[in-house]
């Protein structure tokens, strides 16, 4: 019953915004509470990042290295330590930063058959490209720590719990509600000019479950297209309407 409410709450406020939805609602490790166009290959905008810290650490792996932390701090590329690239690539969503990282990954390994190993065949780093299926998948699988080692996923997921000014809008509106034994973990996505691009996955972790959130939303084709702000409250209506759903289950 609370699936099917979810299910047509959801569909709802979709419809109303008048705007292109890729969704994905899903329990890590448990079932897909709602999903709208999973499958669509689509811009995710700056959420790309986070698989590409992923696919940074998978490249250290032919290294040994004793000291990960150590490492971080003491080594990097284009004038920058690895640490304070990642911190500005998933933090600060600055794109050099990004460019630096990408430059200095794919040197080392292979990032197309790196992803089609880990089974996402349809997302590319450059040009940026995924599914909202494959960004959920992208995020259950770094927090069940299915490529990368727990200590590895642990610093990535320290980068994505940072607050920044504005993490209280879109998916973050629902902190205020939130108790202080859950955590929130969050990339965002946007484009204001050109192609509008809204998006964030975000992650709500309580103590004995957590919930993967995938939105991505774009104006649709056609007359009186919905502004990126009528997308970023679709977005904030949508995570009220998961987190009432979510915040009392068993």
């Known amino acids: 019953f609370e699936e099917q409410r979810l299910q047509d709450q959801l569909d709802g406020v979709f419809a109303a915004s008048r705007g292109e939805w890729h969704v994905v609602v899903k329990e890590i490790g448990g079932p897909t ?3 709208l166009k999973k499958d669509s290959v689509i811009h995710p905008g700056s959420v790309i990042k986070v698989p590409l810290a992923m696919l940074f650490f998978e490249s250290l792996h032919e290294r040994e ?7 971080l701090e003491a080594r990097g590329t284009n004038g920058r330590t690895y640490a304070q690239l990642l911190h500005a690539m998933l933090v600060d969503s600055e794109e050099p930063a990004t460019e630096a990282l990408f430059d200095y990954t794919k040197t080392q390994i292979n990032l197309q058959e790196t992803l089609q190993a880990w089974r996402y065949p349809k997302t590319v780093i450059s040009p940026r490209e995924s599914t909202a299926a494959e ?60 192609r509008v691009i809204v998006a964030e996955v975000a992650v709500i972790e309580f103590e004995d479950r957590a919930y993967i959130l995938s939105l991505f939303g774009y104006p649709n ?27 009392d289950s068993p």
């Open 33 to 35: 509470l709602y999903e």
């Open 65 to 71: 290295i004793v000291d990960l932390p150590a490492f």
């Open 135 to 194: 960004m959920t998948a992208i995020f259950e699988d770094l927090w069940t720590q299915v490529h990368l080692s727990d200590e590895e996923s642990e610093i990535i997921k320290g980068y994505l719990s940072e607050y920044t000014s504005g993490d209280d809008s879109r998916i973050g509106v629902i902190r205020q509600e939130m108790p202080e034994n859950v955590m929130f973990y969050s990339k965002r996505g946007s484009l204001a000019a050109g």
């Open 221 to 247: 084709l056609g007359e009186n297209l919905p502004t990126y702000e009528v997308l970023e409250a679709t977005i904030e209506e949508a995570a009220r309407i998961v987190w009432e759903t979510i915040k």
